[in-house]
């Protein structure tokens, strides 16, 4: 698709969504937040969206865009992407020298987003940027986003203002600050105060305020390597460097620092910060991935799995032929990948869902028939009970020749599908078209740190959503460290990762990605509890490496 045609359809998407995109030869300044990308705001998101130009500011932005356009990491990004936050020589650009390069890329008369951290008229650059524009004769507009010092304290659990603190001062640290004006405030809020806290908590007692008052730092704020430390102003400066506190962090110094205890939620979350594996194919780690960062999870997927077609297509064309001459009265959907690879076959032919008109269709389970409804299509069976080819084959009618005018079904399945739905179908009587409609190869090895990563218990936890997941991984990466959670999402793959002698803590209840999560997140809660209620540190999985330990399943 070219940059107009594209640039044309994403502006026709942003009218139906009520808003209107950035103008041409145009900047919008956008606030991004302090670190989650959950924190854009929706007209942040529109304007990344139909953007041309996104000039950046930290590290973080090009991963950031990627994932709200949904482009892999090596992908094509779509719009172009300018560093507004270095120059070429690696050194931080000044307030003039990032307008320059917002006035140069707004003057090509395309539409601009100036991504900016936190909120663009909070403690950064966007008035200069801005003045730039409006002498140049530019449009803009202004985003704000979440500001850091608001945010980071709320991730933290400490509240700013409450009824019986009303005021807050923020204050950027620096050299020419005079800290006698602000030891009265209730509540301070202090930016890039990290290397300076000792000096500034020594001038703060000076001039009167109590060296037990609380004070909380929290560092790399509302992300998942989040780290808070609470002391008082007598001992933060020690309790900061034993703690290896390092920028960017918000300091926050007050009476209010004493509620995080109660309201801290982020940190508390059952898997925060832990290093999860993730063996799937990429195309289907999305939900999953998903589901564990709710949790304070970080994903990190690697591949095991290639879904390429089969070897040989004409078993496929025949099939989809016969379907659409009328040959079945079922078809049998046993994975996502199977509707996908009948789906592409028709596109394939110039077909489309209408073909399944007097066709009944049976899905494995919820994820399947999700697929077909996204495709327009609904269901007419779905196991109530085990998700599975046994709970699909218990449900499943016998043959009748006098109610069922077609005694045949189209199944069409992976080349290494190892559940004996066939079988099952024969005995209920029908006539079985086992078709493979898609092969599991397996992926190349990972990196090497990731497959030492791997062996030595970096990883918290992993999570494997079938025996190929098991097999595959191990295969190319080796077995992960004993210390490391195993989680599995039914009994067959816990029995396979049983055989490669890995030991199950964790069995999902349920044959789904989002009860398996939960299963997880229940046994990072569990855990959290027992250290706590042992007084001991709350630690990850990968920092205890004891000889034996006490295994919590949820089997």
Same mark, same amino acid.
């Given at each position: 698709?070219?940059?107009?045609?594209?640039?044309k359809?994403?502006?026709?998407?942003?009218?139906?969504?009520?808003?209107?995109?950035?103008?041409?030869?145009?900047?919008?300044?956008?606030?991004?937040g302090?670190?989650?990308?959950?924190l854009?705001?929706?007209?942040?998101?529109?304007?990344?969206?139909?953007?041309?130009?996104?000039?950046?500011?930290?590290?973080e932005?090009?991963?950031?865009?990627?994932?709200?356009?949904?482009?892999?990491?090596?992908?094509?990004?779509?719009?172009e992407?300018?560093?507004?936050g270095?120059?070429?020589?690696?050194?931080?650009?000044?307030?003039?020298?990032?307008?320059?390069?917002?006035?140069?890329?707004?003057?090509?008369?395309?539409r601009v987003?100036?991504?900016?951290?936190?909120?663009?008229?909070?403690?950064?650059?966007?008035?200069?940027?801005?003045?730039?524009?409006?002498?140049?004769?530019?449009?803009?507009?202004?985003?704000?986003?979440?500001?850091?010092?608001?945010?980071?304290?709320a991730?933290?659990?400490?509240?700013?203002?409450?009824?019986?603190?009303?005021?807050?001062?923020?204050v950027t640290?620096?050299?020419?600050v005079?800290?006698?004006?602000?030891?009265?405030?209730?509540?301070?809020?202090?930016?890039?105060?990290?290397?300076?806290?000792?000096?500034?908590?020594?001038?703060?007692v000076?001039?009167?305020?109590?060296?037990?008052?609380?004070?909380?730092?929290?560092?790399?704020?509302?992300?998942?390597?989040?780290?808070?430390?609470?002391?008082?102003?007598?001992?933060?400066?020690?309790?900061?460097?034993?703690?290896?506190?390092?920028?960017?962090?918000?300091t926050?110094?007050?009476?209010?620092?004493?509620?995080r205890?109660?309201?801290?939620?982020?940190?508390?979350?059952?898997?925060?910060?832990?290093?999860?594996?993730?063996?799937?194919?990429?195309?289907?780690?999305?939900?999953?991935?998903?589901?564990?960062?709710?949790?304070?999870?970080? &994903?990190?997927?690697?591949?095991?799995?290639?879904?390429?077609?089969?070897?040989?297509?004409?078993?496929?064309?025949?099939?989809?032929r016969?379907?659409?001459?009328?040959?079945?009265?079922?078809?049998?959907?046993?994975?996502?990948?199977?509707?996908?690879?009948?789906?592409?076959?028709f596109?394939?032919?110039?077909?489309?869902?209408?073909?399944?008109?007097?066709?009944?269709?049976?899905?494995?389970?919820?994820?399947?028939?999700?697929?077909?409804?996204?495709?327009?299509?609904?269901?007419?069976?779905?196991?109530?009970?085990?998700?599975s080819?046994?709970?699909?084959?218990?449900?499943?009618?016998?043959?009748?020749?006098?109610?069922?005018?077609?005694?045949r079904?189209f199944?069409?399945?992976?080349?290494?599908?190892?559940?004996?739905?066939?079988?099952?179908?024969?005995?209920?009587?029908?006539?079985?078209?086992?078709?493979?409609?898609?092969?599991?190869?397996?992926?190349?090895?990972?990196?090497?740190?990731?497959?030492?990563?791997?062996?030595?218990?970096?990883?918290d936890?992993?999570?494997?959503t079938?025996?190929?997941?098991?097999?595959?991984?191990v295969g190319?990466?080796?077995?992960?460290? &004993?210390?490391?959670?195993?989680?599995?999402?039914?009994?067959?793959?816990?029995?396979?990762?049983?055989?490669?002698?890995?030991?199950?803590?964790?069995?999902?209840p349920?044959?789904?990605?989002?009860?398996?999560?939960?299963?997880?997140?229940d046994?990072?809660?569990?855990?959290?509890?027992?250290l706590?209620?042992?007084?001991?540190?709350?630690?990850?999985p990968?920092?205890?490496?004891?000889?034996?330990?006490?295994?919590?399943?949820?089997?």
């Open positions: 698709m070219t940059r107009a045609h594209r640039a359809s994403e502006t026709a998407s942003s009218t139906r969504r009520g808003t209107s995109p950035a103008p041409r030869g145009g900047v919008a300044f956008v606030g991004s302090p670190g989650d990308p959950g854009l705001t929706v007209r942040a998101a529109d304007l990344i969206r139909a953007a041309d130009v996104i000039i950046t500011e930290s590290p932005h090009p991963a950031m865009v990627r994932a709200l356009l949904g482009r892999p990491e090596g992908a094509e990004c779509g719009p992407l300018v560093d507004g270095f120059g070429e020589d690696g050194q931080p650009l000044t307030h003039a020298a990032r307008a320059k390069v917002v006035v140069r890329q707004a003057k090509r008369g395309l987003v100036r991504l900016m951290t936190g909120d663009p008229f909070v403690y950064a650059s966007g008035p200069e940027e801005a003045a730039a524009c409006a002498k140049a004769g530019l449009g803009f507009e202004i985003v704000p986003g979440v500001s850091s010092a608001s945010a980071v304290p991730y933290a659990g400490i509240p700013l203002t409450t009824k019986d603190h009303r005021e807050v001062s923020v640290a620096g050299d020419k005079d800290w006698s004006r602000y030891v009265d405030s209730p509540t301070l809020v202090l930016l890039s105060a990290v290397n300076s806290i000792g000096d500034i908590a020594a001038a703060l000076d001039a009167g305020r109590d060296p037990e008052t609380p004070v909380a730092m929290t560092r790399t704020g509302t992300t998942t390597e989040q780290q808070t430390v609470t002391s008082t102003l007598e001992h933060i400066a020690a309790d900061a460097r034993a703690a290896r506190m390092a920028p960017p962090a918000v926050v110094v007050g009476d209010v620092v004493a509620m205890e109660a309201l801290s939620w982020f940190e508390t979350k059952p898997l925060f910060g832990w290093r999860i594996l993730v063996p799937r194919t990429k195309e289907q780690a999305g939900s999953l991935s998903a589901g564990l960062r709710g949790y304070g999870g970080v &994903p990190e997927e690697v591949p095991t799995i290639s879904v390429e077609p089969p070897r040989n297509p004409l078993q496929m064309d025949k099939a989809v016969g379907l659409v001459e009328g040959r079945y009265e079922w078809i049998a959907f046993t994975s996502v990948n199977a509707v996908k690879a009948v789906r592409e076959k596109e394939e032919y110039g077909l489309d869902a209408r073909a399944f008109s007097g066709l009944k269709i049976a899905t494995v389970g919820d994820k399947t028939a999700a697929a077909i409804s996204d495709w327009g299509l609904r269901a007419d069976l779905v196991p109530n009970g085990e998700q080819a046994a709970g699909l084959l218990e449900e499943w009618p016998e043959y009748d020749e006098l109610l069922d005018p077609i005694n079904v199944l069409p399945r992976a080349d290494i599908a190892t559940e004996n739905l066939v079988a099952g179908l024969i005995d209920l009587g029908w006539e079985c078209d086992d078709v493979t409609a898609y092969r599991t190869v397996r992926a190349a090895p990972p990196p090497a740190p990731v497959r030492d990563a791997i062996k030595t218990g970096k990883f936890a992993v999570v494997f079938s025996s190929s997941t098991v097999r595959n991984l190319i990466a080796g077995k992960p460290h &004993p210390s490391t959670v195993i989680a599995v999402i039914g009994p067959a793959t816990a029995k396979t990762a049983e055989e490669h002698g890995l030991r199950v803590d964790v069995l999902s349920k044959p789904d990605i989002d009860v398996l999560v939960d299963a997880l997140a046994f990072g809660a569990a855990r959290r509890a027992e706590i209620e042992a007084g001991q540190p709350v630690t990850k990968s920092e205890r490496k004891p000889t034996s330990r006490k295994r919590a399943s949820s089997r």
